[in-house]
């Protein structure tokens, strides 16, 4: 199996600032996709921003960017100018192709805490 | 509009009960998965199914079981073989042909009592 590692199980920001989630992860893959997902109080999963491996851009969605480093295996989230609604679990995730059974993994989640 | 709904949000068992938690979508997506959600373990896939009427066991399919005998439901039943099952419980659905995120379910909490 897959496996994808968050070693930050908390992290926490002033209002405004930037903070940067880690994510590393184990594949002999080189076809894949690469996921943030965000976990509010409310326990419903959102999609913060995906990552496509064959793509060398990083993704960018307003506020949320990723440093993607495909030779270290490694997915950081960056937040920029932090808001409170931003406090909420953030679990990495890494999701196989097709051909080989179209599973996501997850890490163990990092608890973002934003400070007003 | 669409989703996917899943129920209860709260549900309490008794040790040694037998218990289905239901998953339901309308988004027509062909793939449906169950994640169990414990503190400090991230999600853990327990089942999965890519199409109608077939299913494959995830990384913690021991005590539980599936069906998928209609594309917008996949209920998932909790045995009393699970021995540990109390957890936060999630269902997710995706289109399978296009590598786009999952959606999920708002979650069912079950304790055991």
């Known amino acids: 199996a897959q496996t994808v590692t968050q070693s930050q199980p908390e992290m926490s920001v002033q209002e405004a600032e930037t903070v940067t989630l880690s994510c590393t992860y184990d594949t002999s893959e080189s076809d894949y996709y690469l996921f943030w997902y965000k976990q509010p109080p409310s326990r419903q999963m959102i999609l913060v921003i995906r990552q496509e491996a064959y793509k060398q851009q990083n993704a960018t969605e307003n506020r949320f960017s990723v440093n993607f480093q495909k030779a270290a295996k490694s997915f950081s989230l960056k937040i920029s100018d932090s808001q409170l609604g931003d406090a909420a679990m953030y679990f990495c995730a890494y999701r196989t192709p097709l051909n080989t059974g179209n599973q996501f993994y997850f890490g163990t989640g990092t608890s973002l805490t934003v400070i007003p | 509009d669409g989703g996917i709904t899943q129920s209860p949000k709260y549900l309490f068992r008794k040790e040694g009960q037998n218990v289905t938690l239901s998953c339901e979508q309308n988004l027509n997506h062909d793939a449906m998965y169950w994640y ?78």
Request: aromatic content about 12%.
């Open chain 2, 36 to 113: 169990r959600q414990d503190p400090g373990q991230g999600l853990r896939l327990i089942y999965y199914s890519q199409i109608v009427n077939d299913f494959q066991k995830g990384d913690i399919a021991e005590g539980y079981s599936v069906s998928r005998e209609k594309k917008e439901s996949f209920p998932l039943t909790v045995t009393s073989a699970q021995k540990n099952p109390t957890a936060f419980y999630l269902c997710a659905s995706s289109i399978r042909t296009v590598l786009y995120g999952y959606t999920f379910g708002s979650g069912t909490r079950l304790t055991v009592v």
